[in-house]
């Protein structure tokens, strides 16, 4: 017996899809491509799959989605939640359709020796005769000095020696034959590094010959449709093989995309990529090579591996050269990944003679503490709100997000710059940081992170709830007020808290104080665009003069640029694994007292923040 389906019109482009009884719309959506930014694993959660019913009947809203309609209004579903009982309409509402991305692209530069695993040889080979009747092959790879080849060359290797006069050109990957190209063919040597985030992915196309980037591009990781943290798509890919294939489909699509605009941009053809380097946390780097993490989630969160892994791109679809490598750095543990050792590995805190930490501020966020012999490190769950997630009218870094805040003296004037300069829609996490702070030094909000009613005429109560107006209906793009909500401001004060905590844990371990440290580095996208001083305001980081901050830019992909260009800087990154110690939080005895002082503003413990609390007493506007 056939399933029942219906028919789905989706305006405004038109487009119509079939959708199987029982099945949510935001599913039959993907199955036809068609994406609409859900972020929450389909759990009604994150409202970014919003939609308008036109016509036709739909499920009755369920609990979940009603608590969403409260604030957002009766008119609007949620496609995660909501199935048809006939052929129907709806209109997307695309907030962020068409928008530019603001990702992290770039990173600090390092000076090392050029030592890549790719090598071009230009050969002429002693052609044959009766006398001379060894075979081609052999050779080619005794006069490349090679160890062994790959098979996919087989079939070009006499026709490429004889067609050139025996005259060639030859890759090799690590004493591997993997290219016979004729002589008077151009040659260009290329290799990649990724930095796979678990929000974005980031590509650096080099020249393996002379180590020049030529080209970078970014996109969204395609796998934030079936969640935006790492815990929810674990739980998606565990459910079945299938849900394990669609989530490694969506990194390989993501990595073939950026692939091909970096080709095009660089006026180079796929097949001269043959090398590729991948840097991620231990999630991101097991599902790129087909492993659900499932054992990763629960205790005592054992990673499936964390060596390094080298296989064929051949084998995982990637669209570079057939003979192409794919390599993935060492994590050091089920949550401290590969990222970590590229942030490490770029920043040097090894090579600190003071104490000095590193903090990667993403949704999963890393700590690390470096004194003495003490090389300490703990991942936390920061949650995405610093990135604009799950907040009211938070957004992603794209044009029209609003990046930078200042509050006039009274509350009562609100000054913002926007991604592109453009009306804003909404505000990403640079500006929710900013927004937060100016609150604070305005007394807007006090200690506790209430929000204090009758603090200006910018707060006001909807639905019972205090909330702050960064934008009224008239100034936005979607004819929708930009506010800060009671609830936006506990979930940073979460999101703060378990990164200074985590900080000021590791650093009783390491016996320091926080204002011991010489060097605090800064990495991952947010933690580049975020301003240290604000960041201070609200607690976020230690209270440190500004100078001692520094802000790496992208570690994960200057990283894995680093390890792509040289061979031992592979040797680094391995003596990196084994020194670092991973500290289990939630095993600490004081770590619980820590999270709780840390979720005030800027502590509980007012003195560790002496100076910045002494600064905003005499603030000025910055606009």
Same mark, same amino acid.
């Given at each position: 017996?056939?399933?029942?389906?219906?028919?789905?019109?989706?305006?405004?482009?038109?487009?119509?899809?079939?959708?199987?009884?029982?099945?949510?719309?935001?599913?039959?959506?993907?199955?036809?491509?068609?994406?609409?930014?859900?972020?929450?694993?389909?759990?009604?959660?994150?409202? #970014?799959?919003?939609?308008?019913?036109?016509?036709?009947?739909?499920?009755?809203?369920?609990?979940?989605?009603?608590?969403?309609?409260?604030?957002? %209004?009766?008119?609007?579903?949620?496609?995660?939640?909501?199935?048809?009982?006939?052929?129907?309409?709806?209109?997307?509402?695309?907030? @962020?359709? %068409?928008?530019?991305?603001?990702?992290?692209?770039?990173?600090?530069? #390092?000076? *090392?020796? &050029?030592?890549?695993?790719?090598?071009?040889?230009?050969?002429?080979?002693?052609?044959?005769?009766?006398?001379?009747?060894?075979?081609?092959?052999?050779?080619?790879?005794?006069?490349?000095?090679? *160890?062994? /080849?790959?098979?996919?060359?087989?079939?070009?290797?006499?026709?490429?020696?004889?067609?050139?006069?025996?005259?060639?050109?030859?890759? &090799?990957?690590?004493?591997?034959?993997?290219?016979?190209?004729?002589?008077?063919?151009?040659?260009?040597?290329?290799?990649?590094?990724?930095?796979?985030?678990?929000?974005?992915?980031?590509?650096?196309?080099?020249?393996? =010959?002379?180590?020049?980037?030529?080209?970078?591009?970014?996109?969204?990781?395609?796998?934030?449709?079936?969640?935006?943290?790492?815990?929810?798509?674990?739980? /998606?890919?565990? #459910?079945?093989?299938?849900?394990?294939?669609?989530?490694?489909?969506?990194?390989?699509?993501?990595?073939?995309?950026?692939?091909?605009?970096?080709?095009?941009?660089?006026?180079?053809?796929?097949?001269?990529?043959?090398?590729?380097?991948?840097?991620?946390?231990?999630?991101?780097?097991? @599902? &790129?090579?087909?492993?659900?993490?499932?054992?990763?989630?629960?205790?005592?969160?054992?990673?499936?591996?964390?060596?390094?892994?080298?296989?064929?791109?051949?084998?995982? %679809?990637?669209?570079?050269?057939?003979?192409?490598?794919?390599?993935?750095?060492?994590?050091?543990?089920?949550?401290?990944?590969?990222?970590?050792? !590229?942030?490490?590995?770029?920043?040097?805190?090894?090579?600190?003679?003071?104490?000095?930490?590193?903090?990667?501020?993403?949704?999963?966020?890393?700590?690390?503490?470096?004194?003495?012999?003490?090389?300490?490190?703990?991942?936390?769950?920061?949650?995405?709100?610093?990135?604009?997630?799950?907040?009211?009218?938070?957004?992603?870094?794209?044009?029209?997000?609003?990046?930078?805040?200042?509050?006039?003296?009274?509350?009562?004037?609100?000054?913002?710059?926007?991604?592109?300069?453009?009306?804003?829609?909404?505000?990403?996490?640079?500006?929710?940081?900013?927004?937060?702070?100016?609150?604070?030094?305005?007394?807007?909000?006090?200690?506790?992170?209430?929000?204090?009613?009758?603090?200006?005429?910018?707060?006001?109560? =909807?639905?019972?709830? &205090?909330? /702050?107006?960064?934008?009224?209906?008239?100034?936005?793009?979607?004819?929708?007020?930009?506010?800060?909500?009671?609830?936006?401001?506990?979930?940073?004060?979460?999101?703060?808290?378990?990164?200074?905590?985590?900080? #000021?844990?590791?650093?009783?371990? !390491?016996?320091?104080?926080?204002?011991?440290?010489?060097?605090?580095?800064?990495?991952?996208?947010?933690?580049?665009?975020?301003?240290? @001083?604000?960041?201070?305001?609200?607690?976020?980081?230690?209270?440190?003069?500004?100078?001692?901050?520094?802000?790496?830019?992208?570690?994960?992909? $200057?990283? $894995?640029?680093?390890?792509?260009?040289?061979?031992?800087?592979?040797?680094? $990154?391995?003596?990196?694994?084994?020194?670092?110690?991973?500290?289990?939080?939630?095993?600490?005895?004081?770590?619980?007292?820590?999270?709780?002082?840390?979720?005030?503003?800027?502590?509980?413990?007012?003195?560790?923040?002496?100076?910045?609390?002494?600064?905003?007493?005499?603030?000025?506007?910055? /606009?």
């Amino acid at each position: 017996m056939n399933e029942a389906a219906y028919w789905l019109k989706v305006l405004p482009n038109n487009v119509i899809v079939k959708v199987m009884e029982k099945e949510n719309i935001i599913s039959a959506l993907l199955r036809h491509g068609i994406d609409l930014g859900g972020i929450c694993g389909g759990k009604g959660i994150c409202g #970014k799959c919003a939609i308008k019913v036109i016509e036709g009947k739909t499920s009755e809203p369920t609990l979940q989605e009603k608590s969403w309609q409260k604030v957002n %209004g009766s008119e609007y579903r949620l496609a995660c939640q909501t199935t048809l009982l006939s052929d129907a309409t709806i209109e997307v509402l695309e907030t @962020f359709k %068409g928008s530019k991305m603001q990702i992290l692209s770039w990173i600090i530069s #390092k000076d *090392f020796n &050029l030592e890549p695993n790719v090598v071009k040889l230009s050969l002429r080979i002693r052609k044959p005769s009766l006398e001379c009747q060894e075979a081609d092959l052999n050779k080619l790879i005794a006069e490349a000095k090679a *160890f062994t /080849f790959d098979p996919k060359i087989l079939k070009r290797v006499s026709h490429n020696l004889w067609k050139s006069n025996f005259m060639v050109n030859v890759i &090799l990957y690590d004493g591997e034959l993997i290219d016979v190209i004729p002589y008077d063919k151009d040659v260009k040597v290329c290799g990649i590094a990724f930095d796979i985030g678990t929000t974005t992915v980031v590509g650096y196309l080099y020249n393996l =010959e002379d180590g020049r980037l030529l080209s970078v591009r970014a996109q969204y990781n395609e796998q934030i449709k079936f969640g935006e943290d790492v815990i929810s798509r674990i739980e /998606f890919a565990g #459910k079945s093989d299938e849900n394990m294939r669609l989530m490694q489909d969506a990194i390989i699509s993501t990595l073939n995309k950026i692939i091909k605009e970096l080709v095009a941009a660089s006026k180079i053809s796929f097949d001269q990529i043959y090398d590729i380097v991948c840097s991620g946390n231990t999630v991101m780097t097991s @599902f &790129l090579l087909g492993n659900d993490c499932y054992y990763s989630s629960m205790a005592p969160y054992i990673p499936p591996f964390t060596l390094p892994v080298k296989c064929k791109t051949r084998d995982l %679809g990637i669209r570079v050269s057939q003979t192409a490598y794919l390599r993935t750095l060492p994590s050091i543990s089920a949550y401290i990944g590969g990222d970590v050792v !590229a942030d490490i590995l770029v920043s040097e805190i090894y090579r600190e003679n003071g104490p000095a930490a590193l903090v990667d501020l993403g949704t999963n966020g890393e700590v690390v503490v470096k004194a003495g012999e003490k090389f300490l490190a703990a991942s936390c769950a920061a949650g995405p709100a610093l990135e604009g997630y799950s907040i009211r009218c938070g957004m992603r870094a794209v044009e029209g997000a609003i990046e930078s805040i200042t509050i006039s003296e009274g509350g009562d004037q609100v000054y913002y710059r926007t991604i592109g300069g453009v009306k804003p829609a909404g505000i990403c996490g640079s500006g929710i940081v900013e927004a937060i702070a100016w609150m604070k030094i305005r007394g807007i909000i006090d200690r506790s992170g209430r929000i204090v009613e009758g603090s200006g005429n910018r707060v006001f109560r =909807e639905n019972g709830e &205090l909330q /702050f107006i960064i934008a009224e209906e008239n100034e936005t793009a979607n004819g929708k007020r930009v506010v800060i909500t009671q609830t936006d401001i506990r979930k940073i004060q979460l999101a703060k808290a378990a990164i200074f905590s985590s900080l #000021k844990t590791l650093s009783k371990l !390491a016996n320091i104080e926080l204002s011991d440290l010489r060097r605090l580095f800064i990495a991952g996208a947010f933690g580049t665009y975020v301003d240290p @001083f604000y960041a201070t305001v609200i607690g976020l980081l230690p209270d440190i003069s500004r100078e001692r901050f520094i802000q790496i830019g992208n570690g994960s992909g $200057a990283g $894995a640029s680093m390890l792509l260009l040289s061979k031992k800087k592979w040797n680094e $990154a391995e003596e990196i694994v084994r020194k670092v110690k991973v500290i289990e939080l939630n095993l600490v005895p004081f770590f619980k007292d820590e999270f709780i002082n840390a979720t005030y503003f800027p502590h509980k413990d007012e003195k560790l923040f002496r100076n910045s609390l002494e600064k905003i007493k005499h603030f000025k506007t910055k /606009f």
